[in-house]
């Protein structure tokens, strides 16, 4: 018994190179959490307030699961904390759910490309397509066989093919072709949208994708011209998660004019094709020098 408070982690997991899966007791989250969503966590009480978009939640053990990526000081901090201890605060849930159509799935399919750490806020998602009852082609890429996860038979993605059968499909494809499909998530989607749009036979009915922010682009950059509808889950620099900071702003473009999205409120998800990237990629290295200093000051 760890006499588990709301925001106590229960279980932690070493997935692959510095990523790591935490299981955390939060049960009014676990209770109204919807795919798509993200939690703002206070790990100390003098830390950054970071977000991390849901992988998964279970509303009868009252838990949440969040997967990190030990990249700056507060991710390489959390991923040090251990089973037992305690996250200063941890909000949400916050941001617009997916919005989910129901497809065909004979003829139509829901294409999702997942790159490294993208995999876990793509999951639920992609459960929830599957439970509608539609087709899902979930492109999962890493950069080597080495940063594989959840795609063994006992777990989380392995457990959603013996789940769902036929109404899955899962392409893996790695950077230096240790795995899968030499490639980026890019080559077999390219491939897809030369081949008439389609996947196996089933039309591209949209695309959703999550990942690093050149890979998304990558990805919105090809769809685009194929007019096939595509949404980017926009993991953006968050302070309030509430509107007003203005921390994670998204320049737009509606019919010729520029508009402020904010992926706090706004998003996390939001139609790829009318961001300006050129203007937005930018924002993610706003604070590198002083992520670096804050690194060297903490010893990482
Ligand atoms: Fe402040 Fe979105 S995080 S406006």
């Known amino acids: 018994e760890l006499g588990a408070t709301p925001q106590t982690i229960v279980d932690k997991i070493d997935l692959a190179g510095g990523i790591v899966e935490f299981i955390v007791k939060a049960p009014m989250i676990a209770k109204s959490a919807r795919a798509g969503q993200f939690v703002r966590v206070l790990a100390w009480p003098d830390g950054e307030l970071i977000p991390l978009t849901l992988a998964d939640w279970d509303e009868k053990e009252g838990t949440i699961c969040l997967v990190v990526q030990g990249m700056g000081t507060t991710s390489l901090g959390i991923n040090k904390m251990k089973i037992g201890e305690s996250f200063a605060g941890i909000a949400g849930p916050l941001g617009l759910p997916s919005e989910l159509h129901h497809y065909d799935p004979k003829k139509q399919t829901v294409v999702f490309t997942a790159g490294g750490v993208g995999l876990p806020p793509v999951y639920p998602i992609a459960r929830e397509h599957l439970r509608l009852g539609n087709h899902v082609t979930l492109i999962s890429g890493f950069r080597s066989s080495s940063l594989l996860f959840w795609i063994a038979e006992n777990e989380r993605v392995g457990k959603l093919k013996a789940e769902f059968g036929d109404l899955l499909d899962v392409i893996y494809c790695s950077n230096d072709g ?19 749009k389609k996947s ?37 620099i968050m302070v309030d998660a509430t509107g007003m900071c203005g921390a994670c702003m998204v320049p737009v473009n509606l019919d010729g004019r520029m508009v402020r999205k904010h992926a706090c409120v706004d998003g996390p998800e939001i139609d790829s094709h009318i961001i300006d990237w050129d203007k937005f990629l930018p924002r993610f290295g706003l604070f590198k020098p002083q992520e670096q200093a804050s690194k060297v000051k903490h010893g990482f």
């Open 200 to 236: 196996k036979g089933r039309d591209i009915a949209e695309v959703v994708t999550i990942g690093p922010p050149l890979m998304m682009r990558a990805v919105s950059d090809l769809t685009k011209p194929y007019g096939v509808k595509t949404v980017a889950s926009l993991n953006s």
């Open 178 to 196: 240790s795995f899968g499909i030499h490639g980026f998530v890019t080559t077999p989607l390219e491939e897809m949208l030369k081949n008439g």
